[in-house]
């Protein structure tokens, strides 16, 4: 357990499973979860339709064919030196019932068409680690040309291993992606917004015998950009660009080996380019967390981190409070060999786009499933459900308090011609509805597509 429980913060790279969501788990635990739930729409076009996937996973940076994402093939991959290259083109072809997302009788259906390269270097090292992925998604609608879409992104992170139980880590990258209409928080218009993001962060994590402590920063840029008129009472891209920073501190003791037993509190300030908005609200915040949590590592097969604790976010002018309890949840189970389980749970407080309300409460529920017919034939599925709290500004006309329901779920099949090579079918059906008629959402879709994933 020595050996193998000190980088457990570092990634998982013994498993088939991807370390992106007990990443973002922590960052969410620590009181800055708006960043990774805020994340889902913004994310969602550039994963396009893929498996249900919690909003703390699934990165466009990664934008590969299901759940399990992280190469394991031996057929797969590249050597560069001392670096392993893992090139990918997934090229998908369907049909969307409902592309803008609307309520029944309002419905554009559109064929469609998107590509989506993408590819991962990686570090073969005993001591630290390196690793870069960049990824593009080009999506094409032949019924609605407004929905095409142009998203890319490089990422890169990496460890420095001080000694054998200290070390220091850290990521940075750049994201394009648009907000794709029948997600959290989006104000119809005729095309998507385009969002582009800049994550900072860095963490150092030491271990005295059991006792374990991780120290952590980092910052996240935002800026929009609005390619059409947009429904009345929504912020204007100038009114949303942002900078949001975080600052946590996490202590445990490992009960025994695989089980740790910690507490975090955190921080955070966002701050807005313009802190008064057209509509003369002041949306600059400072937060706060306070969470405790546990770590569950069944011998490398399955790993589980679930946390309870309570955040509080205060408006500086005027000087308006939004206390919340959050959980949370994540990691993969793998007792029984062909199926994987990725369960999540996430609730925070996040920003929105919406002038006449100060803030939503977030909670998402939902599993990740993949399951291995045969060595040739691959089942994936996913279901979530999302409940957003809205919270009004004072005195604002028309707003009120109220829910907002998102539904999700998708399976999918693919088939392995070579190792390098799979092709299979994908449906998905979504849902939304809320009581406010000026921001909620009422609608259902389906969407269909044949995926074809070229791997090397």
């Known amino acids: 357990m020595k050996g193998t429980g000190r980088r457990r913060s570092s990634g998982f790279p013994?498993?088939?499973?991807?370390?992106?969501?007990?990443?973002?788990?922590?960052?969410?635990?620590?009181?800055?979860?708006?960043?990774?739930?805020?994340?889902?729409?913004?994310?969602?076009?550039a994963r396009d339709s893929q498996p249900v996937a919690s909003p703390v996973s699934g990165s466009p940076a990664n934008p590969d064919s299901g759940p399990d994402n992280t190469p394991n093939n031996d057929e797969l991959g590249i050597?560069?030196?001392s670096f392993r290259f893992y090139p990918t083109l997934?090229?998908?072809?369907?049909?969307?019932?409902?592309?803008?997302?609307?309520?029944?009788?309002?419905?554009?259906?559109?064929?469609?068409?998107?590509?989506?390269?993408?590819?991962?270097?990686?570090s073969d090292w005993s001591n630290h680690m390196l690793n870069f992925n960049a990824y593009g998604a080009f999506g094409f609608y032949n019924?609605?040309?407004?929905?095409?879409?142009?998203?890319?992104?490089?990422?890169?992170?990496?460890?420095?291993?001080?000694?054998?139980?200290?070390?220091?880590?850290?990521?940075?990258?750049?994201?394009?992606?648009?907000?794709?209409?029948?997600?959290?928080?989006?104000?119809?218009?005729?095309?998507?917004?385009?969002v582009n993001t800049i994550p900072l962060n860095l963490a150092l994590y030491q271990r005295f015998n059991r006792v374990f402590y991780q120290a952590s920063a980092g910052l996240t840029r935002y800026s929009y950009q609005d390619n059409s008129q947009l429904s009345s009472g929504t912020l204007p891209a100038a009114n949303r660009d942002r900078t949001e920073y975080r600052e946590n501190l996490r202590a445990g003791y490992e009960i025994r080996?695989?089980?740790?037993?910690?507490?975090?509190?955190?921080?955070?300030q966002r701050r807005y380019v313009q802190p008064d908005s057209t509509f003369t609200q002041q949306r600059d915040s400072n937060g706060?967390?306070?969470?405790?949590?546990?770590?569950?590592?069944?011998?490398?097969?399955?790993?589980?981190?679930?946390?309870?604790?309570?955040?509080?976010?205060?408006?500086?002018?005027?000087?308006?409070?939004?206390p919340a309890l959050i959980f949370g949840l994540g990691g993969v189970w793998n007792g029984y060999e062909p199926l994987i389980v990725r369960p999540f749970v996430v609730r925070a407080i996040n920003e929105?786009?919406?002038?006449?309300?100060?803030?939503?409460?977030?909670?998402?529920?939902?599993?990740?499933?993949?399951?291995?017919?045969?060595?040739?034939?691959?089942?994936?599925?996913?279901v979530s459900f999302?409940?957003?709290?809205?919270?009004?500004?004072?005195?604002?006309?028309?707003?009120?308090?109220?829910?907002?329901?998102?539904?999700?779920?998708?399976?999918?099949?693919?088939?392995?011609?070579?190792?390098?090579?799979?092709?299979?079918?994908?449906?998905?059906?979504?849902?939304?509805?809320?009581?406010?008629?000026?921001?909620?959402?009422?609608?259902?879709?389906?969407?269909?597509?044949?995926?074809?994933?070229?791997?090397?």
């Open 14 to 45: 013994r498993w088939k499973v991807s370390r992106r969501p007990f990443c973002l788990l922590a960052l969410a635990a620590s009181g800055v979860s708006s960043y990774v739930v805020c994340a889902t729409p913004v994310l969602a076009q």
């Open 143 to 194: 019924n609605a040309t407004a929905q095409n879409y142009q998203n890319f992104g490089v990422e890169t992170d990496g460890r420095f291993d001080i000694q054998r139980d200290w070390y220091l880590t850290g990521n940075a990258a750049f994201a394009r992606t648009t907000e794709v209409f029948g997600t959290p928080d989006v104000a119809f218009a005729q095309s998507p917004t385009v």
């Open 288 to 322: 706060w967390s306070v969470t405790g949590g546990s770590t569950l590592d069944l011998g490398g097969v399955s790993k589980l981190e679930a946390y309870v604790g309570y955040t509080q976010q205060t408006y500086l002018n005027p000087a308006l409070t939004t």
């Open 79 to 81: 050597t560069l030196g």
């Open 386 to 456: 999302s409940l957003l709290d809205y919270t009004p500004v004072p005195g604002a006309s028309g707003a009120f308090q109220h829910t907002d329901n998102f539904y999700r779920a998708s399976l999918g099949l693919l088939y392995s011609l070579y190792p390098q090579l799979q092709i299979g079918p994908l449906y998905e059906f979504s849902a939304g509805n809320g009581p406010d008629p000026a921001t909620s959402p009422n609608y259902s879709r389906h969407i269909i597509m044949l995926r074809l994933v070229a791997k090397r």
């Open 90 to 122: 997934d090229v998908r072809a369907g049909y969307d019932t409902n592309v803008y997302a609307q309520p029944a009788g309002q419905q554009v259906s559109s064929a469609y068409e998107i590509v989506r390269p993408s590819f991962d270097l990686r």
């Open 257 to 268: 080996d695989g089980f740790d037993l910690w507490a975090q509190g955190g921080v955070n």
């Open 352 to 382: 929105t786009a919406y002038a006449q309300y100060q803030d939503y409460v977030s909670t998402t529920i939902g599993s990740e499933f993949l399951y291995t017919i045969k060595s040739e034939w691959q089942l994936n599925a996913g």
